[in-house]
């Protein structure tokens, strides 16, 4: 059915909300249909907006009496009574119809409300209608009713102006759109006029998930936990305000200082995520308060395993306050935390540190209380004094230390951590109370047992090495290395004395004798001292050659360089009768001096694992690597930033042009001289190498504090007089490195000395190789092969595989393959195999008595020969093996076997626990050679090079070599640096940080980075705490700002920076009469003069003396 036109022009406009209450009577006031449930309905039916619009009755017929009504006077006349009970109620009712209609208008579709809309318009129209004259009906009241009139209206329509979806703005949802419940990845998106459920894929969204796909933090719909449970505090203070069932979703971020406050402070646990202003927990006191762990509710907070991680440890030490392992765990987690808030550009400050150490501190403090046992407390004691003393003032840490002074007597690492602080603490380091510090310490453990027990001499071993070391730095250097000689003349050349002579009196006799001690020429020794009855010449005099003057105007610049000048001649103790002892009498070491200091292993001691630590650590005291590293102590003092030798570093940046040069042909450079200064297990084919790979003493021969003649005449003695045959393969390689050419006279002597050491004609050889004299090499190994008793077992194994390494070197790999084939359980002069010979066979039968005699060693609990059967296995796989994956040319072998050999043999050390030994440790440099043999052959990936690299480097993360090779491998032409992201994640961490890997870090920077980011390395390095006391790390950077234009200002700041943290050092002190003597005035000299006479450092000439002495020879030039 359709309308005229003159109906249609009659018609009244139908509104579009269900209100279709008639106006005669009151036009001003329209009133709307309100979607109220009635209160006495007992069936739910909720009629649609349509369906409301309709139950209210026809309208007239001719619409003449029918008006638009108007939305914006809803306001009730004054003349109509409003009772303040029902305006409340109306009001709550309002909006909660409001809501209700909003929520069903979001839920329609657009489409669908539209052609709802017509429907409704055309029903309607068509309807019969009542006469205008009609009284309008009443509304009815009544409880059967579902629906009452609304006297107010729906504040949307003023707002809006109707329901019309495309005039409305669209609703903004929380989380941009994620479905609650979801991972982050269903979302719902507007479709034209529709709401449509889609899956955000990679890509997809905003530019973080660009950036990280479904890592993306966005993702997260919160990260406040969910709580699982009740809170028992509400905010109205009762419980039972809460509904057991509820589970209450969080407010955005954004809106956080509007949630609820019911759930407390200590419920959520304590987060030490922020570093600016950290209060004391109240959490991590001894007694347990507040409501029990039953009442805490779980946090679910799975993105950020650190907090979770936090969350856990701290409710531990809230239950379990005595669980000493948890505080410690919790005290060592804050530098995770502490770390998590840093990058690899941007370190935290000093406040952040700060803050994060007196956290530390509080935690150390109560997990101290709650200690149940001595050890527990003692272990937690260690750790707190030495983090206290980051937030102590200097005088409250020194009476804090001596109220704990009684626990250091049982407790060896609490003393440590004592002298650490008495020498680094600028405002009370004294040279003669840290040194009383020390001989007390030696006293003591020498009266505990009278040394019988391993543990009682590998602690006085130590602190005679803290000591001597801290005498040295500190001037006194004579006295150091008298008692380094007294030591060791006692221990190793002691004669047989009749009953009733004191052994100290014997010796005093043979020191104050003034005959040939140890290390000078010609020495005999105490043993001889004796036999002869003290019959002994004593040496010549030593005659010094007068000062020349110097060319300067200034007294204090002339007295820095003449005191050089002397501390340099004062290497070694003089004699009485040497020149200059009247003027110096501290050069004489008299016995008086040394007889505190001396102590005597016992012979059932000596001749095992402790003799290796004591020459260990006479080998750290003279700036030298290890050469057993056996003991844990030498191991320590090996990597303590006390007793480091002083590693020389040349950060000296290269030019742009130089750099461009140089990106993608590191592999083909020779090695850096300095890339040998680090910690790497000692092995022959680091002894005796030559330009081209590592050597083991790098550059630290160059930079001895002690005489090096004196050191090589003292490790000669002590082989061929004291018969220590273990120092021999050490002892040359020394002699190798120092002076290549030398080489051959000391070994020919050493090997008259011990012709049955197969390791000493596997070291010559080597030497000569290296030296170019491969003739003379080839005739070395084939007079020990041809021995049975030198080519037998893993002795012949080795011997024929560093010869086959000789012949790949000279580009011949069937003869190496010969070589290493030859190795036979019978040897003889015809073991030599002719290249004709090697077939599948013999290589197939050589590989498996490889394999066999490794595993059999292993069961023999044979580490030693286990491992050369190993790297002869690898060696043989590399040169033999077929079906490479990797790029492989005739000049190269198969390095896909070699390290998948590696990898079988690294497995079967794991299974026995023999993985990260220092066995393993040379296996592993030796695989890594053989890497770097392959990458100057021909092609090869860098990934894949990094990758083997990477492994090795999971196992010994402070190796130089594995670190260097894995800068080599680095191209220089990314823009991300893989090698310091490498150090950063891995090695400069704290339980692996050490000064060799900063020194190291330092020259990365030197080689890829600038001025700036060198700067920035030393910076990092100085703040760590296994570096910020070492004098080599503060040499170097003085010289190196002052060396450097842009950082010349800034040298003066770090040199007393230096003196601050190293007070016991005379060298960190003469820094500025040497480096820094052009930039600093005469009165700040004086001042650093005023320093070193204060804190009892070593003078040779007095400055007032000299300044005085000085002005006369001024007054009586022309």
């Known amino acids: 059915m359709t309308s005229s036109p003159s109906e249609e022009k009659t018609k009244p406009?139908?509104?579009?909300?269900?209100?279709?209450?008639?106006?005669?009577?009151?036009?001003?006031?329209?009133?709307?249909?309100?979607?109220?449930?009635?209160?006495?309905?007992?069936?739910?039916?909720?009629?649609?907006?349509?369906?409301?619009?309709?139950?209210?009755?026809?309208?007239?017929?001719?619409?003449?009496?029918?008006?638009?009504?108007?939305?914006?006077?809803?306001?009730?006349?004054?003349?109509?009574?409003?009772?303040?009970?029902?305006?409340?109620?109306?009001?709550?009712?309002?909006?909660?119809?409001?809501?209700?209609?909003?929520?069903?208008?979001?839920?329609?579709?657009?489409?669908?409300?539209?052609?709802?809309?017509?429907?409704?318009?055309?029903?309607?129209?068509?309807?019969?209608?009542?006469?205008?004259?009609?009284?309008?009906?009443?509304?009815?009241?009544?409880?059967?009713?579902?629906?009452?009139?609304?006297?107010?209206?729906?504040?949307?329509?003023?707002?809006?102006?109707?329901?019309?979806?495309?005039?409305?703005?669209?609703?903004?949802r929380h989380g941009g759109g994620k479905v609650?419940?979801?991972?982050?990845?269903?979302?719902?998106?507007?479709?034209?006029?529709?709401?449509?459920?889609?899956?955000?894929?990679?890509?997809?969204?905003?530019?973080?998930?660009h950036r990280d796909g479904l890592r993306s933090k966005s993702l997260r719909i919160a990260r406040e936990p969910v709580r699982v449970r009740a809170s028992s505090k509400t905010a109205g203070g009762d419980a039972a305000d809460c509904g057991d069932g509820f589970?209450?979703?969080?407010?955005?971020?954004?809106?956080?200082?509007?949630?609820?406050q019911g759930s407390s402070d200590d419920e959520r646990g304590p987060s030490y995520r922020s570093i600016e202003g950290k209060a004391k927990v109240a959490s991590f006191q001894d007694e347990s308060e507040g409501s029990s762990s039953e009442d805490e509710a779980v946090a679910l907070d799975s993105d950020d395993p650190l907090r979770w991680k936090s969350v856990q440890l701290s409710r531990r030490v809230k239950d379990h306050p005595e669980d000493v392992t948890a505080w410690l765990e919790l005290v060592d987690h804050q530098d995770d935390l502490q770390r998590a808030g840093e990058s690899i550009d941007q370190r935290s400050n000093a406040d952040a540190m700060h803050s994060f150490s007196e956290i530390k501190l509080s935690m150390l403090e109560s997990a101290v209380r709650n200690a149940a046992t001595a050890e527990e407390k003692a272990a937690v004691l260690v750790r707190l004094m030495r983090e206290g003393p980051k937030t102590w003032p200097s005088k409250v840490a020194a009476k804090r230390w001596d109220l704990v002074a009684h626990e250091e007597t049982n407790n060896f690492e609490l003393w440590r951590a004592h002298v650490d602080f008495a020498m680094s603490n600028v405002a009370e380091m004294q040279f003669d109370s840290t040194k009383k510090m020390f001989l007390a310490r030696l006293r003591s453990i020498v009266?505990?047992?009278?040394?019988?027990?391993?543990?009682?001499?590998?602690?006085?071993?130590?602190?005679?090495?803290?000591?001597?070391?801290?005498?040295h730095d500190a001037g006194y250097k004579e006295l150091a290395v008298a008692a380094w000689q007294a030591v060791l003349e006692m221990n190793f050349f002691s004669p047989h004395l009749q009953e009733g002579i004191d052994p100290l009196s014997s010796f005093q006799d043979f020191w104050e004798s003034e005959a040939a001690r140890l290390g000078d020429p010609g020495a005999q020794g105490w043993k001889q001292f004796v036999a002869s009855?003290?019959?002994?010449?004593?040496?010549?005099?030593?005659?010094?050659?007068?000062?020349?003057?110097?060319?300067?105007?200034?007294?204090?610049?002339?007295?820095?360089?003449?005191?050089?000048?002397?501390?340099?001649?004062?290497?070694?103790?003089?004699?009485?009768?040497?020149?200059?002892?009247?003027?110096?009498?501290?050069?004489?070491?008299?016995?008086?001096?040394?007889?505190?200091?001396?102590?005597?292993?016992?012979?059932?001691?000596?001749?095992?694992?402790?003799?290796?630590?004591?020459?260990?650590?006479?080998?750290?005291?003279?700036?030298?690597?290890?050469?057993?590293?056996?003991?844990?102590?030498?191991?320590?003092?090996?990597?303590?930033?006390?007793?480091?030798?002083?590693?020389?570093?040349?950060?000296?940046i290269p030019t742009p042009s130089q750099s461009a040069g140089e990106a993608g042909t590191e592999h083909r450079k020779p090695l850096d001289p300095g890339a040998s200064d680090g910690p790497m297990a000692m092995s022959v084919p680091l002894l005796f190498s030559d330009q081209r790979w590592f050597k083991y003493f790098g550059s630290s021969i160059e930079n001895l504090p002690v005489d090096f003649g004196w050191l090589l005449t003292t490790l000669k003695q002590l082989i061929h007089g004291a018969g220590i045959d273990e120092l021999a393969l050490y002892y040359l390689g020394l002699v190798f490195a120092k002076e290549p050419s030398d080489v051959r006279k000391v070994a020919k002597a050493l090997l008259k000395k011990y012709p049955s050491t197969p390791h000493l004609y596997d070291a010559y050889a080597l030497a000569e190789n290296s030296n170019g004299n491969f003739g003379t090499a080839t005739i070395v190994l084939s007079a020990a092969v041809a021995s049975p008793q030198l080519c037998s077992g893993a002795n012949g194994v080795q011997l024929c595989r560093s010869w086959s390494w000789m012949e790949f070197e000279h580009q011949d790999k069937t003869k190496a393959v010969a070589r290493l084939c030859s190795v036979s359980e019978t040897p003889?002069?015809?073991?030599?195999?002719?290249?004709?010979?090697?077939?599948?066979?013999?290589?197939?039968?050589?590989?498996?008595?490889?394999?066999?005699?490794?595993?059999?060693?292993?069961?023999?609990?044979?580490?030693?020969?286990?491992?050369?059967?190993?790297?002869?296995?690898?060696?043989?796989?590399?040169?033999?093996?077929?079906?490479?994956?990797?790029?492989?040319?005739?000049?190269?072998?198969?390095?896909?076997?070699?390290?998948?050999?590696?990898?079988?043999?690294?497995?079967?050390?794991?299974?026995?626990?023999?993985?990260?030994?220092?066995?393993?440790?040379?296996?592993?440099?030796?695989?890594?050679?053989i890497l770097h043999m392959h990458t100057t052959r021909g092609a090869f990936r860098r990934a894949y090079i990094r990758e083997?690299?990477?492994?090795?480097?999971?196992?010994?993360?402070?190796?130089?070599?594995?670190?260097?090779?894995?800068?080599?491998?680095?191209?220089?032409?990314?823009?991300?640096?893989?090698?310091?992201?490498?150090?950063?994640?891995?090695?400069?961490?704290?339980?692996?940080?050490?000064?060799?890997?900063?020194?190291?870090?330092?020259?990365?920077?030197?080689?890829?980075?600038?001025?700036?980011?060198?700067?920035?390395?030393?910076?990092?390095?100085?703040?760590?705490?296994?570096?910020?006391?070492?004098?080599?790390?503060?040499?170097?950077?003085?010289?190196?700002?002052?060396?450097?234009?842009?950082?010349?200002?800034?040298?003066?700041?770090?040199?007393?920076?230096?003196?601050?943290?190293?007070?016991?050092?005379?060298?960190?002190?003469?820094?500025?009469?040497?480096?820094?003597?052009?930039?600093?005035?005469?009165?700040?000299?004086?001042?650093?003069?005023?320093?070193?006479?204060?804190?009892?450092?070593?003078v040779h000439v007095d400055l007032d003396d000299y300044v005085e002495h000085w002005q006369k020879g001024q007054a009586q030039r022309p």
């Open 247 to 260: 589970i209450a979703i969080r407010k955005a971020k954004k809106r956080k200082r509007e949630t609820s």
């Open 828 to 929: 003889s002069k015809d073991t030599e195999l002719s290249v004709a010979d090697v077939s599948s066979t013999t290589i197939l039968k050589a590989r498996n008595r490889l394999s066999s005699n490794f595993h059999q060693s292993l069961y023999e609990d044979n580490l030693e020969d286990a491992l050369i059967y190993a790297e002869s296995w690898v060696w043989l796989a590399y040169l033999t093996d077929e079906g490479a994956t990797e790029p492989m040319s005739a000049a190269q072998g198969n390095i896909t076997s070699a390290i998948a050999t590696a990898k079988t043999v690294t497995s079967e050390l794991s299974l026995r626990r023999l993985a990260g030994s220092l066995g393993h440790e040379r296996f592993l440099q030796w695989v890594a050679q």
């Open 13 to 172: 406009a139908v509104p579009r909300f269900g209100s279709f209450k008639q106006t005669a009577s009151k036009p001003d006031t329209p009133k709307f249909t309100s979607f109220k449930e009635a209160a006495s309905t007992d069936t739910d039916v909720r009629p649609s907006v349509h369906e409301s619009a309709s139950s209210q009755g026809p309208a007239t017929k001719d619409g003449a009496g029918l008006a638009v009504p108007k939305f914006a006077s809803s306001r009730i006349p004054k003349s109509v009574p409003a009772d303040d009970s029902n305006s409340r109620q109306g009001d709550k009712d309002t909006s909660r119809d409001s809501r209700r209609v909003e929520k069903h208008h979001r839920s329609q579709s657009h489409r669908q409300h539209e052609s709802s809309r017509r429907h409704h318009h055309h029903h309607h129209h068509h309807q019969p209608r009542k006469s205008p004259d009609a009284p309008p009906a009443a509304p009815e009241r009544d409880s059967d009713k579902l629906f009452f009139i609304d006297t107010k209206g729906d504040r949307l329509i003023s707002k809006y102006g109707g329901l019309d979806r495309a005039h409305i703005p669209s609703y903004v």
């Open 180 to 209: 609650l419940g979801s991972a982050g990845r269903l979302i719902i998106h507007r479709d034209g006029a529709r709401d449509s459920f889609s899956l955000r894929f990679h890509g997809d969204g905003s530019a973080a998930l």
């Open 533 to 652: 009855s003290g019959q002994v010449e004593a040496l010549e005099p030593q005659v010094t050659h007068p000062q020349e003057g110097f060319s300067t105007s200034d007294a204090y610049k002339a007295w820095g360089q003449s005191e050089c000048c002397q501390s340099n001649k004062a290497k070694m103790p003089a004699r009485t009768m040497d020149d200059g002892t009247e003027e110096d009498p501290f050069r004489v070491v008299i016995f008086s001096d040394l007889e505190p200091w001396l102590f005597t292993i016992p012979t059932a001691l000596l001749n095992g694992t402790t003799r290796k630590a004591l020459l260990d650590a006479f080998l750290i005291f003279c700036g030298l690597p290890t050469a057993f590293a056996t003991s844990t102590w030498t191991q320590l003092a090996a990597h303590d930033q006390f007793t480091v030798r002083n590693i020389k570093i040349d950060a000296t």
């Open 948 to 1098: 083997q690299l990477v492994a090795f480097l999971q196992w010994f993360p402070q190796n130089a070599m594995f670190l260097t090779l894995l800068e080599r491998a680095d191209s220089s032409l990314r823009v991300i640096d893989e090698t310091r992201q490498f150090l950063y994640d891995k090695t400069l961490v704290k339980s692996h940080d050490c000064v060799s890997s900063r020194n190291f870090s330092i020259r990365h920077e030197s080689h890829r980075g600038n001025v700036n980011t060198v700067a920035s390395a030393y910076e990092h390095a100085l703040s760590a705490d296994a570096c910020k006391f070492n004098l080599g790390l503060w040499l170097s950077y003085v010289r190196f700002c002052y060396r450097n234009r842009s950082l010349r200002p800034k040298a003066k700041e770090v040199f007393y920076r230096a003196l601050r943290h190293c007070p016991w050092s005379k060298e960190v002190m003469m820094e500025a009469f040497q480096t820094l003597i052009h930039d600093m005035k005469s009165d700040e000299l004086r001042s650093v003069y005023n320093t070193i006479t204060s804190k009892g450092l070593r």
């Open 447 to 471: 009266a505990r047992s009278g040394l019988q027990e391993r543990i009682d001499c590998s602690e006085a071993i130590y602190v005679l090495l803290r000591a001597t070391r801290f005498m």
